[in-house]
C-alpha cells in the first residue's frame, strides 16, 4: 500500500525530499523533549498488530491488536482486540467493517462496530493525502453512542536503499455524541518503515488532546506492526 514515488524536488517549495524526512524528525524530536514538560499528562505507550489474512477476490479478514500501556507501571489501560472485512481498492478508495471489544483497565467493557472508509489522494510535487473517515457505534455498559473520526495525514515517499520510507504528519479529530462536541484532537508524527516482504512499521508519537477528560492532556509513544499474508 505504500507506493514509490521517488522525486529530485518539491516544488513550488523547493524542498528536497530529505528535508521533508528531517521535518518529521525534528518534529518528533521537538514533541517528545515537550512531553518532559508535561507532568499531569497521561503517558502511554502503543504497540499495535494489524494481521491481514490473505485475500480472496480482493476482500481480506484483518485481525487487530492494540494495547494502551501506563508508562507507570506497563499495564494497559485499554486493550482493543477485534477483526473485520477489508474491501479491494478502488480509485484509491476502500471499505473496512470491524467489530471490536476494549477492556478497560478497571475491568470495564465497551463494544465497537466500526465502518471505516480509507482514501488516498495524490499531491503536487510527490506528496500524498491519506484521509480517513470512521464512524464507531460504542456499546459502552449497555448505553449506546456514536463517534465519528476524521484523520488526515500527510506525507512523502523517501527512497533509501532501494526502501520507500513514508514520514507523516496527521491530524485525528474526534466528535462523541454523548457531549455533542468536538471533544478531541490527535496530532501523530510517524514513519512507515518497510520491514521483510509486504510487511512494515510504523513508529510514532501522538499529542492528545481531550477536554472531557483529567487529565486533558496524553502523550503516547508507539508503533504499529503491519503484517499482510
Do not use: C
Amino acid at each position: 500500500m505504500v507506493p514509490t514515488i521517488a522525486v529530485s524536488y518539491l516544488s513550488p517549495l523547493s524542498l528536497q525530499p530529505f528535508r521533508m524526512r528531517s521535518v518529521i524528525v525534528a518534529s518528533l524530536f521537538a514533541l517528545t523533549s515537550a512531553s518532559v514538560a508535561q507532568p499531569q499528562a497521561l503517558k502511554e505507550y502503543r504497540p499495535e498488530i494489524i494481521l491481514t489474512l490473505p485475500r480472496v477476490h480482493g476482500f481480506g479478514l484483518q485481525l487487530v491488536l492494540d494495547d494502551r500501556l501506563s508508562m507507570d507501571d506497563v499495564i494497559p489501560n485499554e486493550r482493543i482486540m477485534g477483526g473485520g472485512i477489508v474491501s479491494p481498492v478502488f480509485h484509491g478508495m476502500s471499505l473496512l467493517m470491524e467489530a471490536k471489544q476494549v477492556r478497560e483497565r478497571d475491568g470495564t467493557f465497551e463494544h465497537r462496530y466500526v465502518p471505516t472508509l480509507y482514501a488516498n489522494v495524490e499531491l503536487p510535487a510527490g506528496f500524498e493525502l491519506r484521509n480517513r473517515n470512521r464512524w464507531e457505534i460504542r456499546d459502552i455498559k449497555t448505553e449506546w453512542s456514536h463517534r465519528l473520526i476524521n484523520r488526515s495525514a500527510i506525507g512523502h515517499t523517501v527512497m533509501a536503499a532501494g526502501h520507500p520510507f513514508f514520514p507523516y504528519g496527521q491530524v485525528d479529530v474526534f466528535y462523541d455524541t454523548r457531549y455533542g462536541m468536538l471533544n478531541r484532537h490527535d496530532f501523530t508524527v510517524g514513519m512507515r518503515t518497510p520491514l521483510l516482504g509486504a510487511t512494515s512499521i510504523d513508529p510514532f508519537f501522538t499529542r492528545t488532546i481531550d477536554i472531557r477528560r483529567t487529565p486533558r492532556l496524553a502523550l503516547t509513544t508507539g508503533a504499529i506492526l503491519r503484517v499482510p499474508l
